[in-house]
């Protein structure tokens, strides 16, 4: 499994912050760097691609994921991301930009959670202009010879473009942003979970954190994901299971340990369970893949 931890610094297009903004691949990329991101590497920074016209396809977390015009990809610290075919003829921006970038945002961005488990956003033809524009501005802003790159005014960028990230991302499922108090519950709830993902997994636990009941916690969960918050942090950390395993050979009880799982047959079970395969098949078919 490639690593791309240190790789947006080799890419970066601005001297104090990591951030990287590339229009229809106008900039050339390091041959050290491009073969990385053809096969499944490990994300270490928030990344994005918006395709104005054409198709593309990707994949996220194992998933094949395939966008078209009008609508964007993206991909957060962890993920296992690929871009195996870029077509040549798409018109399209990427960005990219670490944690420390959007900690100095004035605002979060709930999508970047992604409580609706979609790693695509959709947009109406009035954002998707939005969008499309401040994206060449920021290309525009990182690119433009013998003119000084102003932090604030990139960051300025940055947060409306997240912003209408974030107001598309809820939107176009039909779901507020997250000032609806029940929804601002279950995305607390994801933010919790992720936090403390391999320290436990409680359920009552996290409610008490929440200043709700498990009942309350329970029926928020079940409304905006189908799930319970037992399945729901289940699924999450089975997901993580297999990200490890995209880049270890961890054996069953030490990746279950990593988890936070204390009885190494029952995670094993709970594996193939939820991907129809156990541990070391799932290993073999990835070996297998990445040797093609």
């Given at each position: 499994m490639?690593?791309?931890?240190?790789?947006?610094?080799?890419?970066?297009?601005?001297d104090r912050?990591?951030?990287?903004?590339?229009?229809?691949?106008a900039?050339?990329l390091p041959?050290?760097?491009?073969?990385?991101?053809?096969?499944?590497?490990?994300?270490?920074?928030?990344y994005f691609?918006?395709?104005?016209?054409?198709?593309?396809?990707f994949?996220?977390?194992?998933?094949?994921?395939?966008?078209?015009?009008s609508?964007?990809?993206?991909?957060?610290?962890?993920?296992?991301?690929?871009?195996?075919s870029?077509?040549?003829?798409?018109?399209?921006?990427k960005?990219?930009?670490?944690?420390?970038t959007?900690?100095?945002?004035?605002?979060?961005?709930?999508?970047?959670?992604?409580p609706?488990?979609?790693?695509t956003?959709?947009f109406?033809?009035?954002?998707?202009a939005?969008?499309?524009?401040?994206?060449?501005?920021?290309f525009q802003?990182l690119?433009s010879?013998?003119?000084?790159?102003?932090?604030?005014?990139?960051?300025?960028?940055?947060?409306?473009?997240?912003t209408?990230?974030?107001s598309?991302?809820?939107?176009?499922?039909h779901?507020?942003?997250?000032?609806?108090?029940?929804f601002?519950?279950?995305?607390?709830?994801?933010?919790?979970?992720?936090?403390?993902?391999?320290e436990?997994?409680?359920?009552?636990?996290?409610?008490?954190?929440?200043?709700?009941?498990?009942?309350?916690?329970?029926?928020?969960?079940?409304?905006?994901s189908?799930?319970?918050?037992?399945?729901?942090?289940?699924?999450?950390?089975?997901?993580?299971?297999?990200r490890k395993?995209?880049?270890?050979?961890?054996s069953?009880k030490?990746l279950?340990?990593?988890?936070?799982?204390?009885?190494?047959?029952?995670?094993?079970r709970l594996?193939?369970?939820r991907?129809?395969?156990n541990?070391?098949d799932?290993?073999?078919?990835?070996?297998?893949?990445?040797?093609?």
């Amino acid at each position: 499994m490639v690593e791309t931890k240190g790789l947006l610094n080799q890419i970066k297009h601005h001297d104090r912050l990591p951030i990287t903004v590339n229009q229809n691949c106008a900039i050339p990329l390091p041959d050290t760097v491009w073969p990385k991101l053809l096969q499944p590497h490990r994300l270490a920074y928030y990344y994005f691609v918006f395709v104005d016209q054409g198709l593309e396809i990707f994949q996220v977390d194992g998933q094949q994921v395939t966008i078209a015009g009008s609508q964007t990809v993206f991909g957060t610290p962890n993920q296992i991301f690929a871009h195996p075919s870029p077509n040549k003829d798409t018109q399209q921006y990427k960005i990219g930009f670490d944690g420390h970038t959007l900690t100095l945002l004035p605002q979060a961005y709930p999508f970047l959670l992604n409580p609706l488990n979609t790693s695509t956003i959709t947009f109406e033809p009035e954002a998707k202009a939005r969008v499309k524009a401040v994206l060449s501005m920021l290309f525009q802003l990182l690119h433009s010879p013998g003119k000084p790159q102003k932090v604030d005014i990139i960051l300025a960028h940055l947060n409306a473009l997240l912003t209408e990230f974030n107001s598309a991302y809820f939107e176009r499922h039909h779901q507020p942003v997250p000032s609806n108090p029940k929804f601002s519950k279950y995305v607390a709830f994801t933010l919790a979970v992720e936090t403390h993902l391999t320290e436990q997994h409680d359920v009552h636990t996290i409610a008490k954190q929440l200043a709700m009941t498990p009942n309350n916690l329970y029926g928020v969960v079940k409304e905006f994901s189908g799930l319970s918050p037992k399945e729901w942090i289940i699924n999450r950390l089975i997901q993580e299971a297999q990200r490890k395993l995209h880049y270890s050979s961890s054996s069953v009880k030490e990746l279950a340990y990593e988890l936070g799982f204390n009885d190494p047959a029952y995670f094993s079970r709970l594996f193939k369970k939820r991907t129809g395969k156990n541990v070391s098949d799932f290993l073999a078919d990835q070996h297998s893949l990445s040797s093609k």
